[in-house]
Antibody, heavy 115, light 108 residues
């Protein structure tokens, strides 16, 4: 079955750029939409963005000015870049399949913003 | 942006009891595009219900969803030990996709 795995630095300094990659295994990334969702410690879920394998995107307006989502079909991966991070961006970042409901999800990766 | 308000914040019940969770939207959810998730501690959420009332693949029939427009309900017919967790509703009828604040179902 399809599995997703997030990877990237667990610690990012304030004002720098957070970069994460989601590697999809067990199925092709083609034909689907893919999303990033985050969850601050002890808080609820926030959808960040989605991308279609052909490159169509949609972003949460609250983050749109700082976010880029991209896809690499040759590597079966998609990625997230979030610029000018602050402590408020500290969260577990999940990748997931879909742009309506989301399933499956990766296990999540904690990214802490701190100097 | 559609704001989803879940109630109650915490539900204290015993195994075997029935749980009723509410999700209210600030405006009508297009085509009843509403999903429910269960998140166990330390895990990613798992979709239970989509389209307000359709069970996702592999989800047992003790879970049911209902509602339309702005008012939606998730019912768990008989709570199993693994059901003590946090539940989120999420709408995908419009952008941005939004989640409710969650309902924690705890053991009484």
């Amino acid at each position: 079955q399809v599995q997703l795995q997030e990877s990237g630095p667990g610690l990012v300094k304030p004002s720098e750029t957070l970069s994460l990659t989601c590697t999809v295994s067990g199925d092709s990334i083609s034909g689907y939409y893919w999303s990033w969702i985050r969850q601050a410690p002890g808080k609820g879920l926030e959808w960040i963005a989605y991308i279609y394998y052909k490159g169509d995107t949609d972003y949460n307006p609250s983050l749109k000015s700082r976010v880029i989502i991209s896809v690499d079909t040759s590597k079966n991966q998609f990625s997230l870049r979030l610029s000018s991070v602050t402590a408020a961006d500290t969260a577990v970042y999940y990748c997931a399949r879909g742009h309506h409901d989301f399933w499956p999800w990766g296990q999540g990766t904690l990214v802490t913003v701190s100097s | 942006e559609i704001v989803l308000t879940q109630s109650p914040g915490t539900l204290s019940l015993s195994p075997g009891e029935r749980a009723t969770l509410s999700c209210r939207a600030s405006q009508s959810v297009s085509s009843n595009y509403l999903a429910w998730y269960r998140q166990k501690r330390g895990q990613a959420p798992r979709v239970l219900i989509y389209g307000a009332s359709s069970r996702a693949t592999g989800i047992p029939d003790r879970f049911s969803g209902s509602g339309s427009g702005t008012d939606f309900t998730l019912t768990i017919r008989r709570l199993e030990p693994e059901d003590f967790a946090v539940y989120y509703c999420q709408q995908y009828g419009s952008s941005p996709r939004t989640f409710g604040g969650g309902t924690k179902v705890e053991i009484k």
